[in-house]
């Protein structure tokens, strides 16, 4: 089977008639867009066409935000078992969908097969199952003193995402607002459509109620701008770069809506003196190229103690060249493609540059991976001789990019590891559980994993600094949806 035809069977597999994939969903319908545009949508594996979506404009996102606020008052007086029953169903649905949900997710933004099956698809799931459980232990009305105080759905929440984990980050949002009794108005990322018009179909079979949920897939200057700025919209929830994150605050201030912003990230993997070495080595390289460094949280950056640089430039070197680079859609491929031409240029430009500021490429580089002639690929790069400030290692460069740097004290490891703008993610590993405890507790940064401490799908997940503010995840991303109101009884 050619690669052209596993492509179309992708599209086929959805079993949804071609019109609606040029329609938004809007008040419990599929409509097509105002000015009836359509954008195409590439597999940057192929660099085929495998699908159209929506292009919608102002009108459509009009059409939506009314839509939603005209249903919000009877979703958010639903008992919160009654909205939990309906999200069960759609958790059902989307285990039903599962296999063509990593279809789709290969085909759209080139994610491995077991990647998209883990990372993306599992994960996802895992999420939306973690706000269904927190949903049922959360406070929604309390007693303190003579007051009794209620939680209740913040309005209409505008969902942004991003699409390096399309599927992943749109359930991160829209599950915590549908529990909280917020409705949504969601577009999604330009690249990444394909796997929103799925969730879609999915929250439509579990007959949500008509405006609760809206599809609203444009360009995000269009799009994206009008709903940060829209007055009936109470809340946005915006993951993607810092600089539109930045944008999307400055529209929502004249409204004095609430602003979560998941933003970048220059995460690092610190290994202390004592930790074992080999496993912390891999483990960082592994993390950093996932899903070909597309991940907010990747640990972009190795510290590592003097004495240790030479044999862990070799340990990375080695897990970066047995790393299988190619055809996503093969179970043996560690890495597809990046996502399109312009991320490839913007990753391949940050090392080029780092070369030219007199860094080191370890393994890795600018030049194509043997082999593949078509599709967005980069080579797993490491990179050492790097000054604190160098660009590549400030700036988030979202490609398969780990830099390696040596430090000498466990200050100068704390300085270095908080020595950028951002603070999302981040490991530390030491000889022992309390050693590594103690650096994390220094950093400031959202989430560390100790050791390799395993992601969890219930626990707080935002940024400090420039990563962004709010948090998304378990009881915390429901939260983010609520208003609180007290009575004095
Ligand atoms: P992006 O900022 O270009 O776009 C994100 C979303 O915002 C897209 O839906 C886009 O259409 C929309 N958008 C673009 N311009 C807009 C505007 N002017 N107003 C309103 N919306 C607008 O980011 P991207 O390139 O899609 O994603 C990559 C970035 O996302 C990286 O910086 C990455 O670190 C970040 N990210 C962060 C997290 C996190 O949780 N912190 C997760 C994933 C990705």
């Known amino acids: 089977m050619s690669t052209r035809q596993q492509d179309a069977r992708v599209i086929d597999g959805n ?27 590439e597999n940057p594996a192929t ?70 099956r883990e990372a993306h698809v599992d994960t996802g799931m895992a999420v939306l199952r973690a706000y269904l459980d927190a949903a049922e232990e959360l406070a929604w009305q ?32 829209i599950g915590g607002a549908l529990v909280a009794g917020a409705t949504v108005v969601l577009k999604p990322a330009e690249l990444t459509p394909l796997s929103a018009y799925l969730l879609t179909d999915t ?10 949920f809206n599809l609203i897939p444009g360009p995000g200057r269009v799009v994206g701008e009008a709903l940060a700025g829209h007055p009936a919209v ?51 390289v592994e993390a950093a190229m996932l899903n070909s460094g597309q991940t907010c949280t990747a640990w972009t950056r190795l510290l590592v103690p003097r004495a240790d640089l030479e044999t862990a430039l070799r340990l990375a070197a080695a897990r970066a060249d047995t790393l299988v680079v190619g ?4 179970p043996e491929t560690d890495l597809g493609p990046v996502a399109s031409p312009a991320q490839r240029h913007t990753v391949t430009g940050f090392i080029e540059r780092a070369v030219a500021d007199g860094a ?30 160098a660009e590549i290692v400030q700036e988030e460069v979202f490609g398969p990019v780990l830099t390696v740097q040596p430090y000498d004290s466990i200050e100068e490891a704390v300085a270095l590891a908080n020595g950028t703008p951002y603070g999302l993610a981040g490991a530390v590993w030491g000889p022992d559980q309390g050693a590594a405890v103690a650096v994390a507790r220094r950093l400031r940064t959202g989430q560390v994993d100790i050791n390799g401490g395993a992601f969890n799908p219930a626990a707080p997940f935002g940024g400090y600094g420039r990563s962004g503010n709010g948090r998304e995840l378990g009881r915390w991303g429901i939260e983010e949806f609520l208003e609180t109101k007290a009575l004095q009884l």
């Open 47 to 116: 660099e085929a066409v495998i699908g159209t979506a929506a292009d919608a404009g102002v009108a459509d996102t009009e059409a939506a935000v009314s839509a939603a606020a005209a249903a919000f008052p009877s979703w958010s007086a639903l008992p919160p078992p009654e909205r939990l029953a309906v999200l069960e169903r759609v958790y059902t649905g989307l285990e039903r969908r599962r296999d063509l949900l990593v279809e789709t997710t290969i085909a759209e933004i080139g994610a491995p097969l077991r990647v998209a």
């Open 327 to 330: 055809d996503p859609t093969r």
């Open 15 to 41: 079993r949804r008639p071609e019109w609606a994939r040029s329609a938004v969903y809007v008040d419990g319908g599929w409509r097509e867009t105002a000015a009836g545009r359509t954008v195409e949508v």
């Open 234 to 284: 109470d809340a946005v929830s915006f993951t993607g770069s810092t600089r539109v994150g930045a944008r999307v605050a400055a529209l929502a201030a004249a409204s004095i809506k609430r602003v979560s912003l998941e933003l970048g990230g220059k995460s690092a993997s610190v290994i202390l003196p004592g930790a074992d070495l080999e496993p912390a080595v891999r483990a960082s």
């Open 142 to 173: 309390e007693r303190v003193g003579n007051s009794l105080v209620l939680r209740e759905g913040i309005g209409v929440a505008a969902c942004i995402t991003p699409w390096n984990y399309p599927f992943y980050q749109v359930l991160a949002k």
């Open 203 to 212: 929250i439509d079979e579990a007959g949500i109620p008509a405006g609760v």
């Open 360 to 389: 080191r490429i370890v393994t890795g580089g600018t030049e194509r991976p043997a082999g593949l002639a078509r599709g967005h690929y980069v080579r797993p790069t490491i990179v050492t001789d790097v000054a604190p400030d």
